[in-house]
Nanobody, 125 residues
Framework: QVRLVESGGGSVQAGGSLRLSCAASGYTVSWRLMGWFHQAPGKEREGVAALDTADGSTYYADSVRGRFTISQDNAKNTVYLQMNSLKPEDTAMYYC??????????????????WGQGTQVTVSS
């Protein structure tokens, strides 16, 4: 069984940084797209960043572009989300997601079939 396990969440003050990790375990599978999503209480899950493993292309939501960076370490089967200049509105549960084929809708929740359990990020003002 394939598992995606997030880590690295925590509590920081506004302006601080965190790096989230998403480690894949289980049988070997080639994921084409890796994504990060966040969900605040009472709100829908939203796409934050995505990475196309075929060519390294990255995609970001407007709200995080320039502050967040998605990257991968193939040797470790791990995807990262570096979050800088954090704002209180970034407070949410962050989820890692994966899919095996390409799609135009890289930041849509319905595009992904595999999900991690989430890691909480809290940013205080």
């Amino acid at each position: 069984q394939v598992r995606l396990v997030e880590s690295g969440g925590g509590s920081v003050q506004a302006g601080g940084s965190l790096r989230l990790s998403c480690a894949a375990s289980g049988y070997t599978v080639s994921w084409r797209l890796m994504g990060w999503f966040h969900q605040a209480p009472g709100k829908e899950r939203e796409g934050v960043a995505a990475l196309d493993t075929a060519d390294g292309s990255t995609y970001y939501a407007d709200s995080v572009r320039g502050r967040f960076t998605i990257s991968q370490d193939n040797a470790k089967n791990t995807v990262y989300l570096q979050m800088n200049s954090l704002k209180p509105e970034d407070t949410a549960m962050y989820y890692c997601a994966a899919r095996t084929t390409a799609t135009f809708w890289v930041l849509r929740e319905y595009s992904y079939s595999d999900w991690g359990q989430g890691t909480q990020v809290t940013v205080s003002s």
